[in-house]
């Protein structure tokens, strides 16, 4: 019974893993089709500022659409991050290849990976450089604890 319930949630895992990453890479080629209309956006306004021959700060009049491209992005990078980790691959930090979750050293350029440390790990380091006083070290936990979970929701 236990083989069968286990080959059960391992493939209900996988399917969910592979649904995610489809959402994911669907978001990205959405984000980059919103982000090609917003070039053209821009590209329409500074040219139909040319025609009105007005003086209107260029700046101020594709400033929102700008900010809109950045937004895109970072959710582009993001989502993209997601995926890598999905498969369990990182992207080196010098030469942006993708690569094994564990490797120490890049496999392209032999760039040396150094972990980025997750908010608790930041968190408990924190905690453990400052002196905390025995009657503060239930409040400590509280928010180890709290930290934790904010951790396991990203
Ligand atoms: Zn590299």
Redesign the pocket.
Known sequence: MGFFNDLGKKTSETTNKIAREAKLKMKVTENKGKIKDLYEEIGRKVYENHVREENIDIKDLINDDCSKIDMLSKEIEDSRKEILILNNKKM?K??F?EIEKDAMF?S??G?KQTEEKTVLEKAEEKLEKSDISPENEKEAEIVKEELEQKNNEQ
């Open positions: 080196c010098k030469c290849a890049c392209k350029c760039e």
